[in-house]
Structures are given as C-alpha cells and as structure tokens.
C-alpha cells in the first residue's frame, strides 16, 4: 500500500466522521489529494461515495 493509497484510506474515515464545515473542507482536501495521486493509485471515482 503506497503513501498515497493510506492517506486516501485515512482522509475516506475523516469525511464520514466530519459534519458541516469540516466535511465540505475534509472533501476538498480529499478530492485535491485524489486528483494529485490519480495516476500513481489509478483510481477513478472516489470510494467513500461507494460506501455511502
């Protein structure tokens, strides 16, 4: 599991833990950081929006 792939994991558990505020900043920050590691991870659509 790269860097990228545990802050990812670590940032998923901090959107769905937020409310208000922090949940629209923690989403930025999670969407910026997907956007920057799409092609080390090759991720292409958010996975806690699965979850939810």
Known sequence: M?????R???MEKEILYY???KRVLAR??????L???NKEVG???PI????S
């Open 35 to 37: 956007k920057s590691c």
């Open 28 to 33: 930025r920050r999670y969407f910026r950081l």
């Open 43 to 45: 991720l292409e659509k």
């Open 2 to 6: 790269s860097a990228c792939e545990k």
């Open 8 to 10: 990812i994991e670590i």
């Open 19 to 21: 409310a208000g505020r």
């Open 48 to 51: 806690y929006l699965k979850r």
